[in-house]
């Protein structure tokens, strides 16, 4: 008997996390933040004081009390992808379990910096599982990472191989044939396993009712070549900001900074933060390139610098979202000697994400910005997550048996179901809407 806990995401976007419960036997997948919910409640406290009863209360972390009588069942954590809102909530209540961390090279060592940035020991050994690679939990239990695209590096499809057959878990992914980091999906091992059998397959429907293909990261490099190597104005910086964690972005960000001849700087912890994950396990050798500025002392003094020579610089800021205490928002305060000028140039490389917190901080953010008369450019970006015909083309590939869509509010669930429909699945049969807190049993 399988049974599949909704414990976060599937009622919103954030705090991913699933309970698989095999006979016996549980794995935990994900545990993810709600990162607005986060931010709200750490905002003016001490995280570590902070208890894991009291995040739960906030939204900020998955509400794992539905799983309290199977807890001590649970054999392994296994994370995904290095995303806040799939493994952030790893160093808060991953001690509640007993059990193994599971998860690739980068993953761990992005988990592992958090857990020293804020000074917490976890009990929980961290074990790394590379992609393409399997490990045995149990007699009857073996979980397997098949590579995936996404928008931070390493992800893996999840792969619960059972007596009842196997359990794809597929939170977050793109089908990119062109990624400029990594490799392409490895499609011939996902095959290998829809000829054995999926017996279900929990995948996200964040872009479900976009009717299109996700451009693949390739095009997204394309869009920051024209806009970057179109800018010639010599006198006036150039600055950009993507989400820190995406290494492949970034790389195309240096690459067309060192083809106009620009010193290349980050600025802000979160950048620091993964560049050195990625460098750690070798994915990556941006430091080689570009210099990296972390801490708010040594920031300030670097852009009193630029200000002198501000057309050989290129900068890269933590930000993008408007947040109220990033180097962007510092910068379009006027906190720093560094002043805006007219024709300077921003360049946001990413999309606003649709919460109402996000679109009220970017607005204001973005009025700051224009006071000085700034060039912006916006939504230089392709999202990670596949849209409505990656989904289809995904499922056709796994065909599963019983599909269960997950990451996103109803209306982005629904429209999964819409398309499975359409593919001849059937609700209630084979097609599973679940809410946070509840399970189905197949
Ligand atoms: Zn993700």
Redesign the pocket.
């Known amino acids: 008997m399988i049974d599949i806990y909704a414990v976060g995401g599937y009622t919103e976007v954030g705090k991913n996390c699933t309970a698989i419960k095999i006979d016996d036997e549980v794995i935990v997948i994900d545990l993810g933040l709600a990162l607005e919910n986060y931010i709200k409640l750490t905002e003016d406290a001490d995280i570590i004081k902070i208890s894991p009863e009291k995040l739960m209360d906030a939204g900020a972390v998955p509400d794992i009390s539905v799983l309290n009588k199977i807890k001590n069942k649970v054999k392994a954590i296994v994370i995904s ?1 290095a ?1 806040l ?2 493994m952030g909530a790893v160093p808060y209540i991953a001690s509640q379990f007993k059990a193994p961390v599971i998860c690739t090279p980068f993953t761990a060592e992005v988990i592992r910096s958090i857990l020293k940035d804020d000074k917490i020991k976890l009990d929980n050994e961290i074990k790394v599982l590379n992609s393409n690679s399997s490990i045995k939990i149990s007699e009857n239990i073996k979980i397997e990472f098949i590579h995936i695209t ?3 590096p390493q ?1 893996v499809l999840i792969a619960i191989h059972t007596k009842y057959g196997i359990i794809m878990y597929a939170n ?1 992914f793109k089908l990119d044939l062109r990624p400029t980091l990594g490799k392409i999906p490895n499609f011939k091992r996902i095959e290998e396993l829809a000829n054995e059998g999926i017996y279900a397959l929990i995948v996200e429907s964040t872009y479900a009712k976009d009717a299109k293909k996700m451009p693949s990261e390739s095009v997204a490099k394309e869009m920051l070549r024209d806009v970057l190597l179109g800018i010639d104005n010599k006198d006036n910086v150039i600055i950009a900001t993507t989400f820190s964690s995406h290494l492949a972005r970034l790389k195309s960000i240096i690459e067309f900074g060192k083809k106009l001849n620009r010193k290349i700087i980050f600025l802000g912890r979160s950048l620091a933060k993964y560049t050195r994950a990625g460098e750690n396990v070798g994915i990556i050798h941006f430091s080689k390139k570009i210099e990296i500025v972390k801490y708010s002392k040594q920031i300030r003094k670097r852009l009193n610098k630029i200000e002198e020579d501000r057309g050989k610089y290129l900068l890269v800021v933590t930000g993008h979202q408007g947040e109220h205490n990033s180097v962007l928002y510092k910068i379009a305060r006027g906190e720093f000697k560094f002043k805006l000028k007219p024709e300077d140039n921003m360049i946001f490389s990413c999309t606003t994400i649709p919460t109402p917190t996000n679109i009220a901080n970017r607005e204001a953010l973005e009025n700051e910005l224009k006071l000085s008369g700034i060039r912006i450019f916006k939504d230089i970006h392709q999202s ?1 997550h596949a849209a409505k015909e990656d989904l289809r083309d995904f499922i056709n590939l796994v065909k599963p048996k019983n599909i269960i869509p997950a990451h996103g509010d109803k209306e982005m669930k629904n429209a999964l179901v819409d398309l499975t429909v359409e593919m001849g699945y059937k609700t209630d049969k084979n097609v599973f809407l679940v809410k946070d807190g509840h399970k189905i049993s197949l």
Do not use: E, W
């Open positions: 992808h995303h809102d799939h996404h928008s931070v992800t977050d990670g």
